[in-house]
């Protein structure tokens, strides 16, 4: 596609992710990184990108090898990559209208189609460029590399960005299917090699056959967790943090704070402590002892709805005539592991994390509604797996995004 050694990537999304993968793939020496950033253009045009980053070091005025404020301006040579890193929000605009451009004349029918890469939350995220892909070329298997993220970045202004001490990415071909692990020589080789940029970059990749069990196990957090903090409006430290590690706090419970402290023999709390959830969550730190007897054991029931779900939709996949494993179900033990990290994450008193969904809805920006809590019960409903706690997290979620997208269609943008 591209001459010479460098490929040629164009990256979509200049927000806190957008900005350090672009750092990254420009950092690898074998990219030529074009980035559209649409909200953002005019300053970071301006004034570059100021990365504060614990891993990679601070950059002032960082920029990549090109910008434009559309994707239209940038289509002035073929790619090997375009990498999505903007929200995956559909009442706002689905990904084939987004890439309109791309996936119409004169680009189209002038350059080979891209191999598209997905950094975007959420399950199902691909399904809709996957279809306008088949239509487009019918005898060409779309080349869609889809992906699970874990980073800590937040961007801090319009052009600053803050990064911690990691980047970490599993990548895989999207299929519809979740138990084919068939890759053409055409995806393989563009899986290959986009993880091999990304590594030189300085980035942890980990390459894997069946790439939607590894997003649905990583959206087992962001469904339960960031839609619970998005609908109470608090950070989860509102939940995990106890009040002897509030920042400033001794550390150490107060006289009559511990295992019996003031409240644990409430009514309230003590008629609860024989349900299942409770026990089983009954030495995860709480906030309070009403939310260690109704707040947690809620969270860990939706999360063990979720893993039910998950357990249908990827079991393992085994080697025809061996019956070896080849690709293993869900992480063994996911929902108390997940509720352990967590609390361990936001009970300390240096943390600060905000779950992204909760940023959104403080800001009262249209959040990922869709792909990260309503595909859940969708796929319930559609496999017979009852989710009753993730139907109700979604019936109200969808009360603030109604409001939102109101706002944002009269006008009235968020700050």
């Given at each position: 596609m591209s001459s010479g050694q460098l490929k040629d990537v164009l990256l979509i999304g200049y927000g806190a992710v957008g900005a350090i993968y672009s750092f990254v793939l420009k950092r690898s020496a074998r990219a030529r990184v074009t980035v559209v950033a649409r909200s953002n253009y005019e300053a970071a045009n301006a004034r570059g990108i100021d990365i504060k980053s614990r891993k990679y070091g601070e950059h002032q005025g960082w920029r990549p090898d090109r910008l434009f404020p559309n994707i239209e301006q940038a289509l002035d040579r073929p790619y090997d990559y375009v990498m999505l890193v903007n929200k995956a929000i559909p009442e706002l605009q689905r990904t084939p209208a987004l890439l309109r451009p791309l996936l119409s004349a004169p680009y189209a029918t002038t350059h080979p189609q891209p191999t598209y890469v997905l950094f975007q939350n959420g399950l199902n995220v691909e399904i809709d460029l996957y279809e306008a892909l088949r239509t487009l070329r019918p005898d060409e298997p779309p080349r869609i590399i889809s992906s699970a993220v874990w980073i800590g970045t937040v961007a801090t202004g319009k052009t600053?960005?803050?990064?911690?001490?990691?980047?970490?990415?599993?990548?895989?071909?999207?299929?519809?299917s979740t138990t084919d692990t068939?890759?053409?020589?055409?995806?393989?080789?563009?899986?290959?090699?986009?993880?091999?940029?990304?590594?030189?970059?300085?980035?942890?990749?980990?390459?894997?056959?069946?790439?939607?069990?590894?997003?649905?196990?990583?959206?087992?957090?962001?469904?339960?967790?960031?839609?619970?903090a998005a609908l109470s409006r608090a950070s989860l430290r509102a939940i995990f943090r106890p009040p002897h590690r509030e920042p400033g706090a001794s550390g150490e419970p107060a006289q009559g704070e511990g295992e019996k402290g003031e409240g644990e023999d409430a009514r309230e709390v003590r008629d609860v402590?024989?349900?299942?959830?409770?026990?089983?969550?009954?030495?995860?730190?709480?906030?309070?002892?009403?939310?260690?007897?109704?707040?947690?054991?809620?969270?860990?029931?939706?999360l063990q709805e979720v893993d039910a779900l998950g357990r249908v939709l990827f079991p393992p996949v085994h080697a025809e005539g061996s019956g070896e494993v080849v690709v293993p179900g869900l992480e063994e033990d996911i929902v108390r592991k997940t509720m352990e990290r967590t609390a361990a994450l936001h009970s300390v008193p240096e943390s600060t994390h905000l779950p992204s969904m909760l940023v959104d809805a403080l800001a009262e920006r249209p959040m990922e509604v869709e792909h990260v809590v309503g595909e859940v019960v969708r796929m319930a409903r559609k496999a017979g797996v009852s989710v009753p706690r993730m139907e109700a997290l979604y019936a109200l979620l969808l009360v603030n995004q109604n409001q939102f997208l109101r706002k944002l269609r009269e006008g009235k943008k968020p700050e």
């Open positions: 600053e960005v803050e990064h911690g001490e990691f980047d970490r990415v599993s990548l895989g071909i999207y299929r519809p068939t890759t053409t020589p055409g995806q393989a080789a563009a899986l290959k090699d986009f993880a091999e940029i990304l590594k030189a970059g300085g980035s942890e990749v980990t390459v894997v056959p069946e790439i939607q069990r590894i997003k649905f196990g990583k959206n087992l957090w962001n469904g339960v967790f960031g839609a619970s402590q024989g349900s299942a959830s409770v026990r089983a969550t009954r030495h995860i730190p709480h906030a309070a002892p009403v939310l260690g007897a109704y707040t947690i054991p809620f969270l860990y029931d939706a």
